[in-house]
């Protein structure tokens, strides 16, 4: 799983995630990683690409979900209760993603960006 490494909100998603992830099904790694970097080459991923998709391997198959369908992925697969939020797979597509895209570009501006020391 590919995330920004820069991101307040992304790292504070990725800490969720990595509270609950206790099968460790989930491997968060930063694109602005090497070990990122590596999975990208792999996977024949850009940076641009990366920052709104997500690579997941799911019965020995990568597949690669983008936006809205990356986080309704990772919630069901994180289990429990986060497996309801699959629910919004019935809004269509292109409002979900709307709706991604409004908060990815407002991310840095509602968080603040961190800088790499």
């Known amino acids: 799983m590919i995330y920004d490494g820069d991101c307040p909100l992304c790292r504070s998603l990725i800490n969720l995630i990595e509270k609950r992830n206790t099968n460790d099904r989930l491997c968060p790694v930063s694109y602005q990683s090497a070990r990122g970097r590596e999975v ?37 697969l994180l289990g429990g209760l986060w497996s309801w939020t ?18 990815a570009r407002k991310r840095y501006r509602l968080t603040g960006r961190k800088q790499n020391s």
């Open 40 to 76: 990208m080459d792999k996977a024949g991923i850009g940076i641009k690409r990366a920052e709104s998709s997500v690579l997941l391997k799911i019965d020995g198959i990568n597949r690669l979900y983008n936006k809205s369908m990356a986080l309704i992925k990772i919630a069901g």
């Open 86 to 103: 699959r629910i919004f797979i019935i809004l269509p597509r292109p409002l979900r993603d709307r709706i991604y895209d409004m908060f």
